[in-house]
């Protein structure tokens, strides 16, 4: 069993940078593809970007090229670096971790952060 706990969101005006964290524990962070997810209101949760155990990373289209997916195994944590940001951007920003080396479905969830971005 893998706990998840994020952090780095806030408020950033349109056009800003933020970097969410989000650090992993009690397994081998290796074994685990890793996922951020965002949430808005009323809005279905989606995924926005994954890296699989090997770092090869996939984006959801609306945000390629502005956010980067990356993970530390040194550190056991993934990283989501966000330019660019614009209002839509706004939404709860999950991190997630399924047990394979492909991310296909969330076997754990982090708490959550909240990004805010004002236009």
């Known amino acids: 069993q893998v706990q998840l706990v994020e952090s780095g969101g806030g408020l950033v005006q349109s056009g800003g940078s933020l970097r969410l964290s989000c650090a992993a524990s009690?397994?081998?962070?290796?074994?685990?593809?890793m996922a951020w997810y965002r949430q808005a209101p009323g809005k279905q949760r989606e995924l926005v970007a994954k890296?699989?155990?090997?770092?090869?990373?996939n984006y959801l289209n609306s945000v390629k090229g502005r956010f980067t997916i990356s993970r530390d195994n040194a550190k056991s944590t993934v990283n989501l670096r966000m330019n660019r940001l614009k209002p839509e951007d706004t939404a709860v920003y999950y991190c997630?971790?399924?047990?394979?080396?492909?991310?296909?479905?969330?076997?754990?969830w982090g708490q959550g952060t909240q990004v805010t971005v004002s236009s």
């Open positions: 997630a971790a399924a047990r394979a080396p492909l991310f296909f479905s969330a076997d754990y």
């Open positions: 009690g397994e081998d962070f290796t074994i685990y593809a």
């Open positions: 890296v699989t155990t090997g770092a090869v990373t």
